[in-house]
């Protein structure tokens, strides 16, 4: 655990990049290979099944700590994160040893074949033979949510570094289902066969936000329009008689939108299709808020299978005949994928996305403002000579997404943040006018900035009304516009509706409360656009 | 029952038996104040009186005022009321206050820390009947490392960043932590100074303080002739044009705070050393015990869990309404 943790403190050291490349590769020179695929898991959003749960770890480490239960819950939003917290009040190993990561991932993992008697005395053991950083460590991976600023591309690159591998293909061979306990470092790294796992997915493909006006793209011939759809992102894989959902979070998904099981009928097998998942109802899709209900599910029910039957809208061809056409440009991709869906039923799952014609960017931007009545959130330019590339890569792919919806609405109650943000207020639930009252209807977190959120918290210490736990009543005094991407019907809220996406787009000095909008303004443009 | 010693008054806390306030936050006639940072020396007040060891610090920094200096242990009768300064730890000079008035004595802790820096006149504890507590670091999860494992750190990452060919920027309050941490590290280099602290450098050393040689930067200063160099600035000053002429660098920040992970990477420096001037959790928890107080007054910082906390330990705790700053501005402030 001591060269993990000595390689969490230089990350956790340095904001520069090629630093914490340079530690990754290191480690992944020196490391025991046990501990190599660990980390590699780890860092691509693996973690080993939770064993103890937090609130136990809380109980247990607070009375190891000698402490009440609550001092340590008060400390917890004001340190920001509960592995921290944890490790921070204990008392001094007792006890120092040097065992390994995967020693300690092992140990986790042995917890769930005894009793939770017998899970105590181990985590407090555990807990006396660790240093702090070793306890956090130790700790996060009971907790999950293993951040702590390496991405998945950060690794991946200390890999190829370290391996002397192509970035790329690594990426590709860390897709998929694998898990530490399934696989080998070897197997997985190392070995020459990258088809082993045939449900493995592609890396996707991520565009970018398109801030400047289209013209600066270029040529309008050079570029294929598309709808942006406001679905899931899915990549859909039929290899040997087997189909494949995944998500661009690389969550396998097949079970939960068993729909697909029929694509094997009208597709041939070695097809890897990448779209939108959407609930569709006939010749468009339904609201996201229709899908919303399967996202959860890992099972349907026939009654919500009924009422928001999902396709894939695809609008890339990634693999035909078992061959990669990655490198292909989308321009024959998108001919090739045409071809293969072109005689498909009408209640075939997979439809193609259409192209959207246009003959220059101002004709464009003009059917851009339609995108609503299609059900989409504004459009996706592609560059019609571009291979498929893996992960967000400036320049092939650009969504020119709608200007949002917003509000003005006053700020009631704030929360502080966690982890970076800890200590200050960054959480906020907005309310607009119903008559004389302001009527809570939607919480946002981002948007403003670190100079924003350094003034609003000194406002919120000043002006606090009441209390609640963490949440602080604060005097309405300050409009924020609101900006969103979509509302839709709640029966949940107070308000009567949801927003998608909401943020902080403005702060609205020049706005007092009595200029925010109306509970009204935003049932009219529910009904406009819900 | 008497009137108490001491009450807490918009102004601050006040003595009635002696008609005088302690660090008052608004011009009052009298002022005991503990020490010379700006929350608790404020301009202002029509007379102050301060240990010997403070007052050139104060007079530095508030210019013309009527002050009287008195020794560390040394009695005063003011009014119906016997007041005594005791050393708190905190930085060189600074003070508890101890107030006897009819037989019950109170003692106002100001800011203060248990371990020996080396620099300040160490901490005494003061048997009283009732103590006001600071508790900036009133919670379990801050407990410091020793001075000597943080000096350690600081002189291996001075050494590398030295060998490396890079200028160690470090942040830390200019009265107290910034002489504190050049008289606690082992030169790997020239030691520099910003002009905030190398003022109270001067006083100090006027005063007799032992402090190691330093070189306050001026506009006409070859900063890239001194290699190896530590430079230590106020925090807010290491993100200015100011520090930029240093050339490549590595920054830190010297604070209790940097105890906290996500407080660390907000300051956006590449390094966080933990080391105070207050007491860590441990360190209320002795010095309470240790003055024998049954009655505490908790004031500057998580007020509201230490008073909860003290009076499940059994001690009659409150909290004393202060504009110090209080829990929320903790880390704003100059608390460090």
């Known amino acids: ?13 340095t904001t520069k990049t090629t ?28 973690r080993p099944k939770r064993a103890v749960t937090t609130t136990n770890l809380r109980e247990w480490a607070a009375e190891r700590a000698g402490i009440p239960l609550w001092l340590l819950e008060e400390s917890y939003p004001i340190v920001g994160d509960l592995a921290e917290t944890i490790a921070l009040v204990l ?6 040893s040097d065992h390994s990561l995967s020693h300690w991932i092992n140990a986790l993992r042995g917890l769930h074949d005894v009793s939770l008697d017998e899970r105590k005395p181990r985590i407090l053991n555990a807990w006396d033979q660790l240093d702090t950083t070793e306890r956090f460590l130790f700790n996060k991976l009971i907790t999950g949510g293993f951040r702590i600023g390496v991405s998945r591309k950060l690794m991946t690159r200390a890999l190829a570094q370290a391996t002397g591998q192509d970035e790329a293909v690594l990426a590709h061979k860390l897709m998929g289902g694998w898990t530490p306990e399934t696989t080998s470092y070897h197997a997985l790294i190392e070995a020459e066969d990258p088809a082993a796992d045939q449900s493995r997915p592609y890396p996707f493909y991520l565009a970018y936000q398109l801030d400047e006006a289209p013209v600066t793209l270029g040529a309008p011939e050079d570029w294929q329009a598309e709808w942006k759809w406001d679905g899931i992102r899915g990549q859909l894989i039929l290899r040997e008689q087997a189909h494949h959902v995944w998500s661009r979070g690389e969550e396998l998904m097949t079970d939960r939108f068993p729909e697909f099981a029929r694509a094997a009928d009208f597709l041939p097998p070695g097809t890897v299709l ?5 609930a569709w109802e006939g010749t468009q899709p339904m609201p996201f808020s229709a899908l919303q209900p399967r996202i959860g599910r890992k099972t349907v029910p026939k009654k919500l299978l009924r009422e928001a039957p999902v396709i894939l809208l695809a609008y890339d061809l990634l693999e035909e005949n078992g061959a990669d056409l ?15 869906l072109a005689d498909l039923p009408s209640d075939a799952p997979v439809r193609a996305s259409p192209v959207v014609p246009f003959a220059d960017w101002y004709a464009l931007a003009v059917t851009r403002a339609k995108a609503r009545d299609f059900r989409a959130e504004g459009l996706m330019l592609k560059r019609r000579d571009s291979p498929y590339l893996s992960g967000r890569k400036k320049g092939d792919w650009w969504k020119w997404k709608l200007d949002p919806l917003t509000v003005d609405a006053v700020m009631i109650y704030a929360q502080q943040g966690h982890g970076r943000r800890a200590n200050l207020f960054t959480d906020f639930t907005f309310a607009v006018w119903q008559g004389n009252e302001l009527v809570p209807f939607t919480k946002a977190y981002s948007g403003l900035t670190d100079k924003e959120f350094d003034a609003i918290t000194a406002w919120v210490r000043k002006n606090t009304q009441q209390r609640f736990g963490p949440v602080r009543q604060v005097r309405p005094e300050h409009v924020f516009e609101i900006a969103f991407e979509g509302i839709q019907p709640s029966p949940r809220h107070k308000s009567g509706l949801a927003l998608r996406f909401p943020r902080m787009s403005r702060w609205r000095h020049d706005k007092t409360p009595q200029d925010a909008n ?8 529910l009904a406009a656009y819900g | 029952m008497s009137q108490p010693v001491l009450t807490f008054t918009d102004r601050g806390i006040y003595c009635p038996a002696g008609d005088f306030h302690i660090d008052p936050w608004r011009p009052v006639d009298r002022a005991l104040i503990t020490h010379g940072h700006a929350d608790h020396a404020r301009p202002g007040h029509a007379a102050y009186l301060a240990t010997d060891g403070a007052l050139p610090v104060i007079r530095h920094r508030l210019g013309e005022i009527a002050a009287e200096g008195i020794a560390y242990g040394e009695a005063r009768q003011i009014g119906g009321a016997r007041v005594s300064f005791h050393p708190a730890g905190h930085l060189p000079g600074s003070a508890q206050i101890r107030v006897e008035v009819d037989g019950q004595v109170w003692v106002v802790s100001g800011d203060y820390k248990v371990v020996d820096d080396g620099l300040s006149e160490p901490f005494e504890p003061v048997p009283c009947h009732a103590f ?10 801050f407990t410091w490392p020793s001075q000597k494992d943080v000096a350690a750190e600081i002189n291996a990452w001075w050494a590398a960043n030295a060998a490396e060919g890079r200028t160690s920027m470090l942040g830390a309050y200019s009265l107290g932590k910034a002489q504190r941490l050049m008289s606690m590290l082992e030169p790997q280099g020239p030691i520099l100074t910003h002009g905030a602290v190398e003022a109270t450098n001067a006083v100090l050393r006027a005063q007799g303080y032992p402090l190691p040689e330093t070189i306050q930067v001026t506009p006409d200063t070859d900063v890239k002739a001194l290699k190896g160099a530590l430079v230590i600035a106020p925090p807010s000053t290491l993100g200015s044009t100011w520090a930029r002429k240093f050339g490549p660098a590595s920054t830190g920040f010297a604070s209790g705070w940097m105890r906290l992970r996500g407080i660390r990477r907000r300051r956006g420096m590449d390094r966080g050393f933990v080391i105070s001037d207050h007491a860590d959790w441990p360190g209320l928890q002795e010095v309470i015990k240790s003055t024998g107080a049954e009655s505490i007054y908790v004031t500057h910082g998580y007020t509201e869990i230490f008073s909860r906390w003290l009076n499940q330990q059994g001690y009659d705790a409150a909290i004393i309404p202060t504009e110090f700053g209080g829990e929320d501005d903790a880390e704003g402030g ?3």
């Open chain 2, 132 to 141: 006001i507590s600071e508790c900036t670091f009133g919670l379990p999860v």
């Open chain 2, 334 to 336: 100059t608390a460090s």
């Open chain 1, 326 to 340: 990655r490198d292909v440009p989308l321009s024959t991709r998108r001919a090739r994928l045409d071809a293969l």
């Open chain 1, 274 to 278: 990448d779209g939108e998942i959407v």
């Open chain 1, 19 to 46: 630093v914490k490349t340079k530690a990754l590769a290191d480690y992944f020179t020196q490391a025991p290979e046990a501990d190599k695929l660990w980390c590699i898991a780890l860092f691509s959003g693996r």
């Open chain 1, 518 to 525: 109306t509970l009204d303004d935003l049932r009219a443009l």
């Open chain 1, 1 to 13: 655990m001591k060269r993990f943790a000595r390689l969490f403190t230089e990350i956790d050291q």
């Open chain 1, 91 to 96: 008392p001094p190993p007792a006890q120092a």
